[in-house]
């Protein structure tokens, strides 16, 4: 019986044993990973298909890069932070980036520094930043007292993400949209993007 017990707690050692090398093993495959592969890992969501809940009229697509070459939708007067006026009609002439996200969103805070640096570093270039909360004007500012954003804010956005826009990628979802409100690009991850990346999406096109 003893002989039987210590046999058992062997196997079991073993076992242990087998299922650490594998979880080392695959620990030292991520770490070594490249970020060109991590990023085609992330990019594989883009190949999924288009799926339809049932008892829904939304269409949820994994594809956001789908949206490249349409235009964005039409859209009257919102206020900002600072309570000046946005729409479709006052976007068109201006290169810009629209950022929509939420404050509870942990991939949408830990963007903000990534975008606020590019934000200052085309300071300079005719391009408008702004951005669509779904959360209100109070939950925003407490956002903004844990990480500040350069972008212009407009709060109050869920319903006319949901209903005008219909975009239903997740979040966060950055558009490059050029001045006759054509999308250019699409961004789900922005820190994932090297500057010299970001100077191909931006700093040689006029976006005419």
Same mark, same amino acid.
């Given at each position: 019986?003893?002989?039987? *017990?210590?046999?058992?707690?062997?196997?079991?050692?073993?076992?242990?044993?087998?299922?650490?090398? @594998?979880?080392?093993?695959?620990?030292?495959?991520?770490?070594? $990973?490249?970020?060109?592969?991590?990023?085609?890992? @992330?990019?594989?969501? !883009?190949?999924?298909?288009?799926?339809? *809940?049932?008892?829904?009229?939304?269409? !949820?697509?994994?594809?956001?890069?789908?949206?490249?070459?349409? $235009? @964005?939708?039409? #859209?009257?007067?919102?206020?900002?932070?600072?309570?000046?006026?946005?729409?479709?009609?006052?976007?068109?002439?201006?290169?810009?980036?629209?950022?929509?996200?939420?404050?509870?969103?942990?991939?949408?805070?830990?963007?903000?520094?990534?975008?606020?640096?590019?934000?200052?570093?085309?300071?300079?270039?005719?391009?408008?930043? *702004?951005?669509?909360?779904?959360?209100?004007?109070?939950?925003?500012?407490?956002?903004?007292?844990?990480?500040?954003?350069? #972008?212009?804010?407009?709060?109050?956005?869920?319903?006319?993400?949901?209903?005008? #826009?219909?975009?239903?990628?997740?979040?966060?979802?950055?558009? *490059?949209?050029?001045?006759?409100?054509?999308?250019?690009?699409?961004?789900?991850?922005?820190? #994932?993007?090297?500057?010299?990346?970001?100077?191909?999406?931006?700093?040689?096109?006029?976006?005419?």
């Amino acid at each position: 019986m003893t002989k039987l *017990i210590q046999h058992g707690k062997l196997v079991q050692l073993s076992l242990f044993l087998c299922f650490v090398s @594998i979880f080392a093993c695959k620990l030292q495959t991520s770490k070594n $990973q490249s970020r060109e592969e991590y990023l085609e890992s @992330i990019n594989e969501v !883009y190949k999924k298909p288009t799926i339809r *809940i049932e008892g829904q009229d939304t269409i !949820y697509s994994y594809k956001p890069k789908l949206l490249i070459n349409s $235009q @964005i939708a039409v #859209f009257n007067e919102m206020p900002d932070m600072d309570n000046k006026m946005h729409s479709y009609q006052s976007l068109l002439g201006k290169t810009k980036l629209l950022y929509f996200w939420f404050t509870t969103c942990p991939p949408c805070i830990e963007s903000k520094p990534c975008l606020n640096h590019i934000q200052q570093k085309f300071a300079n270039k005719n391009i408008e930043f *702004i951005s669509f909360c779904r959360n209100s004007k109070s939950l925003v500012n407490e956002s903004l007292n844990d990480k500040p954003f350069n #972008f212009k804010i407009i709060p109050d956005s869920d319903k006319l993400i949901d209903s005008v #826009f219909n975009y239903s990628f997740g979040y966060p979802l950055l558009l *490059i949209v050029d001045k006759q409100n054509t999308i250019k690009d699409v961004v789900r991850f922005p820190c #994932f993007v090297s500057d010299a990346e970001w100077e191909r999406k931006l700093g040689d096109k006029e976006f005419d």
